[in-house]
């Protein structure tokens, strides 16, 4: 049984509901798997910003911005959607860290932002085929971004987005290196 | 059909969602709070670790804005009996402002395809559309085509910068040809102002004293100003060009400096 | 040397222009103020509505037909002091007030729910009219005494009859019931009517008479 600890547990400058959130986290964690766990969510109301990140792998702790959680049609009111695809991709972000194949990447701290990009594509990818990440063309926008508008940055984001946890960290440091290296 | 139509009866598609200017004030978030690590939001570039995702929502507010500034110029149109009120040539000007405003309206949509945004992600404010309602056509000159207009000058050229650093070649296309076309509605602006108010300087005041408001309006927590932390850069160059005196300029560089100082953390 | 002044014709054998045109300078500058006075209520027209539809392709194509409209007005307004008007104004006004009731019947769909009305009016009735009364003018002038009339026109024409395409394009695009076409249709015939009153854009004669008078014998 998912036990989701929130804080606060009651908002004050925004419409959220805690509950919702609660469940909406305790139904995202099912269905990656971590259905057992312990997680605590702690989100920053003060800020309309949408950062998001993993402060502690364990115990699970996920921290984001209220941006992060809000609907974007409609500002301080919870985005039901936008808030399970931060919880998802933060988690599947511990799950990979947690597999041997994730065992060299560098701390969230040291990754370079087309790193950072370039796994999470990866990571919206998997979560796109499970019905838990949407706007494919956001993510590729932000990976060329990162990676340059070419051809052969487009091949990679393809490449990220349609692998189904089949790649390493090596794998993503060759695939972004190797785009950035066609860069002028 | 009536002249003055009011901004709560904009036609909309159901993917359009309206966020009204008492929301968007009494948001006690603010706009560049960095929430409680007191961060507070810097010039819009591609190497802001959100950079891609702020131009994704800043051009959908573009994109809202030119819908509103094409439905504003064609009010001019109707709204005022041509002579009596306003010269015929200054109907000429509105009229190529709604072309000009329709192919932005075309451009964003392609630029909104390009950067992974949907018609109607983001909330409509209606702001651009009231100053446009002014029943004086001079405020609504000064109100939409100097200072929105001059917002957008100083956002497209933003932008450009922002295409050219992160190499879309896409982003910087557009906005180019964007920002050429907005220098001249903010040239508009300013030769129809001096024009209509060169016998009337109370009218003068009134329409800089309006122009004033709406330019303090969008200097909110900093918006757009000339320091680094402004995500959105005054651009003196091309305000020149479109008939801003360095007084005018330097006004609201001031304007912005003292909206910034206003910021509660 | 001889060879250099050598006469030629004026008019090249395949320059089959011929003098006469159907309205002396007069009757082309009444003519002229009332199409610049259409161009005017209708691109004032066409903004307004711009605010008022919902549809976003709809909202577009307006806004860049008011200005194709404001173009002819402008173009209009420019030929006008060409032919002897040094005061536009003056000749800028309706033929009679029935083309006035047209126009105002025709500007009077606001709701958002009437595209369908608004862009019948426009396209189904008004620039019909126009592409007729200018093709009239046209083919009726003198391409000796008034190439710049016919070249506007040919200008004005090339708008008109795009504009009048993708306003249809649109029409066709939305009409998807029986109730629909209904209201087309209603809304046409009432504008037809008033514009049959008014006699054209221009009045009695805007596209001429195609009818002969024939005097029985006694």
Same mark, same amino acid.
């Given at each position: 049984?998912?036990?989701?600890?929130?804080?606060?547990?009651? #908002?004050? *400058?925004?419409?959220?509901?805690?509950?919702?959130?609660?469940?909406?986290?305790?139904?995202?964690? $099912?269905?990656?798997?971590?259905?057992?766990? $312990?997680?605590?969510?702690?989100?920053?109301?003060?800020?309309?910003?949408?950062?998001?990140?993993?402060?502690?792998?364990?115990?699970?702790?996920?921290?984001?911005?209220?941006?992060?959680?809000?609907?974007?049609?409609?500002?301080?009111?919870?985005?039901?959607?936008?808030?399970?695809?931060?919880?998802?991709?933060?988690?599947?972000?511990?799950?990979?860290?947690?597999?041997?194949? #994730?065992?060299?990447?560098?701390?969230?701290?040291?990754?370079?932002?087309?790193?950072?990009?370039?796994?999470?594509?990866?990571?919206?990818?998997?979560?796109?085929?499970?019905?838990?990440?949407? $706007? *494919?063309?956001?993510? $590729?926008?932000?990976?060329?971004?990162?990676?340059?508008?070419?051809?052969?940055?487009?091949?990679?984001?393809?490449?990220?987005?349609?692998?189904?946890?089949?790649?390493?960290?090596?794998?993503?440091?060759?695939?972004?290196?190797?785009?950035?290296?066609?860069?002028? | 059909?009536?002249?003055?139509?009011?901004?709560?009866?904009?036609?909309?598609?159901?993917?359009?969602?309206?966020?009204?200017?008492?929301?968007?004030?009494?948001?006690?978030?603010?706009?560049?709070?960095?929430?409680?690590?007191?961060?507070?939001?810097?010039?819009? =570039?591609?190497?802001?670790?959100?950079?891609?995702?702020?131009?994704?929502?800043?051009?959908?507010?573009?994109?809202?804005?030119?819908?509103?500034?094409?439905?504003?110029?064609?009010?001019?149109?109707?709204?005022?009996?041509?002579?009596?009120?306003?010269?015929?040539?200054?109907?000429?000007?509105?009229?190529?402002?709604?072309?000009?405003?329709?192919?932005?309206?075309?451009?964003?949509?392609?630029?909104?395809?390009?950067?992974?945004?949907?018609?109607?992600?983001?909330?409509?404010?209606?702001?651009?559309?009231?100053?446009?309602?002014?029943?004086?056509?001079?405020?609504?000159? =000064?109100?939409?085509?100097?200072?929105?207009?001059?917002?957008?000058?100083?956002?497209?050229? =933003?932008?450009?910068?922002?295409?050219?650093?992160?190499?879309?070649?896409?982003?910087?296309?557009?906005?180019?040809?964007?920002?050429?076309?907005?220098?001249?509605?903010?040239?508009?602006?300013?030769?129809?102002?001096?024009?209509?108010?060169?016998?009337?300087?109370?009218?003068?005041?009134?329409?800089?004293?309006?122009?004033?408001?709406?330019?303090?309006?969008?200097?909110?927590?900093?918006?757009?100003?000339?320091?680094?932390?402004?995500?959105?850069?005054?651009?003196?160059?091309?305000?020149?060009?479109?008939?801003?005196?360095?007084?005018?300029?330097?006004?609201?560089?001031?304007?912005?400096?003292?909206?910034?100082?206003?910021?509660?953390? | 040397?001889?060879?250099?002044?050598?006469?030629?014709?004026?008019?090249?054998?395949?320059?089959?222009?011929?003098?006469?045109?159907?309205?002396?300078?007069?009757?082309?500058?009444?003519?002229?103020?009332?199409?610049?006075?259409?161009?005017?209520?209708?691109?004032?027209?066409?903004?307004?509505?711009?605010?008022?539809?919902?549809?976003?392709?709809?909202?577009?194509?307006?806004?860049?037909?008011?200005?194709?409209?404001?173009?002819?007005?402008?173009?209009?307004?420019?030929?006008?002091?060409?032919?002897?008007?040094?005061?536009?104004?003056?000749?800028?006004?309706?033929?009679?007030?029935?083309?006035?009731?047209?126009?105002?019947?025709?500007?009077?769909?606001?709701?958002?729910?009437?595209?369908?009305?608004?862009?019948?009016?426009?396209?189904?009735?008004?620039?019909?009219?126009?592409?007729?009364?200018?093709?009239?003018?046209?083919?009726?002038?003198?391409?000796?005494?008034?190439?710049?009339?016919?070249?506007?026109?040919?200008?004005?024409?090339?708008?008109?009859?795009?504009?009048?395409?993708?306003?249809?394009?649109?029409?066709?695009?939305?009409?998807?019931?029986?109730?629909?076409?209904?209201?087309?249709?209603?809304?046409?015939?009432?504008?037809?009517?008033?514009?049959?009153?008014?006699?054209?854009?221009?009045?009695?004669?805007?596209?001429?008479?195609?009818?002969?008078?024939?005097?029985?014998?006694?």
């Amino acid at each position: 049984m998912t036990e989701i600890q929130i804080e606060p547990n009651s #908002f004050e *400058m925004v419409f959220f509901d805690a509950e919702k959130i609660v469940n909406l986290a305790s139904e995202v964690a $099912q269905k990656l798997g971590l259905g057992n766990e $312990q997680i605590k969510l702690r989100i920053d109301e003060t800020s309309s910003m949408g950062r998001s990140r993993v402060e502690s792998y364990e115990p699970i702790i996920l921290a984001a911005d209220g941006g992060a959680f809000e609907n974007t049609q409609r500002p301080r009111y919870l985005g039901e959607t936008r808030t399970s695809e931060t919880i998802a991709r933060l988690l599947m972000r511990i799950i990979d860290r947690r597999s041997p194949e #994730f065992a060299n990447a560098p701390e969230d701290d040291l990754l370079d932002l087309p790193l950072r990009v370039a796994w999470d594509t990866y990571t919206a990818g998997r979560l796109n085929l499970l019905g838990l990440s949407t $706007q *494919m063309k956001r993510r $590729q926008y932000q990976f060329r971004n990162r990676h340059g508008f070419s051809d052969a940055a487009d091949e990679a984001f393809t490449y990220l987005w349609e692998s189904p946890n089949e790649l390493a960290w090596a794998d993503i440091e060759r695939i972004s290196a190797g785009c950035r290296a066609t860069l002028v | 059909m009536r002249k003055i139509f009011p901004a709560e009866e904009l036609a909309r598609d159901s993917r359009f969602v309206r966020q009204s200017n008492e929301d968007r004030m009494n948001d006690p978030r603010g706009a560049r709070v960095g929430g409680s690590t007191g961060e507070k939001l810097s010039k819009l =570039t591609p190497n802001l670790p959100n950079g891609p995702d702020r131009a994704r929502a800043l051009m959908h507010g573009i994109f809202v804005g030119e819908i509103q500034a094409l439905e504003g110029a064609g009010r001019t149109c109707y709204d005022f009996e041509t002579i009596t009120d306003v010269p015929f040539a200054m109907k000429l000007d509105m009229a190529r402002q709604c072309w000009d405003e329709a192919r932005h309206c075309e451009i964003s949509v392609a630029l909104a395809e390009h950067m992974g945004t949907e018609i109607g992600e983001f909330a409509e404010n209606t702001l651009l559309y009231q100053a446009a309602c002014n029943p004086d056509p001079v405020l609504r000159l =000064t109100g939409v085509n100097r200072a929105l207009e001059g917002l957008a000058i100083d956002v497209f050229n =933003t932008m450009k910068e922002f295409g050219s650093i992160a190499g879309d070649p896409v982003l910087e296309f557009c906005e180019d040809w964007m920002l050429a076309d907005e220098v001249t509605h903010v040239k508009m602006g300013s030769d129809w102002l001096r024009e209509l108010t060169l016998n009337d300087k109370e009218r003068l005041t009134k329409a800089l004293e309006f122009q004033k408001v709406v330019d303090r309006l969008f200097s909110f927590n900093g918006f757009r100003g000339e320091d680094d932390e402004n995500p959105i850069q005054l651009t003196r160059r091309f305000r020149e060009l479109a008939g801003f005196s360095d007084e005018e300029i330097d006004d609201i560089a001031q304007m912005s400096r003292e909206a910034a100082a206003e910021i509660v953390h | 040397m001889a060879e250099v002044k050598r006469p030629r014709e004026p008019f090249a054998p395949w320059d089959r222009r011929v003098l006469p045109g159907l309205f002396d300078v007069e009757e082309t500058a009444r003519r002229v103020g009332n199409y610049k006075w259409v161009e005017t209520k209708l691109f004032e027209t066409l903004g307004g509505w711009i605010a008022t539809v919902p549809e976003l392709d709809v909202k577009l194509r307006l806004g860049t037909h008011c200005y194709h409209h404001a173009w002819h007005a402008e173009l209009f307004d420019k030929r006008l002091p060409e032919l002897r008007e040094m005061n536009p104004e003056r000749l800028a006004i309706p033929p009679n007030e029935n083309l006035v009731e047209f126009m105002k019947a025709m500007s009077e769909p606001e709701a958002p729910g009437l595209t369908i009305e608004k862009l019948v009016g426009a396209y189904r009735v008004l620039l019909p009219h126009k592409i007729a009364a200018y093709t009239y003018h046209r083919n009726g002038t003198s391409e000796v005494t008034d190439m710049p009339t016919i070249r506007m026109l040919d200008f004005v024409l090339q708008d008109e009859i795009n504009d009048w395409r993708e306003g249809e394009m649109l029409l066709k695009s939305i009409i998807e019931t029986d109730e629909e076409i209904e209201r087309a249709t209603t809304h046409q015939d009432r504008l037809e009517k008033l514009m049959l009153a008014s006699g054209g854009i221009a009045g009695r004669g805007s596209i001429g008479n195609a009818y002969i008078d024939i005097t029985e014998e006694k």
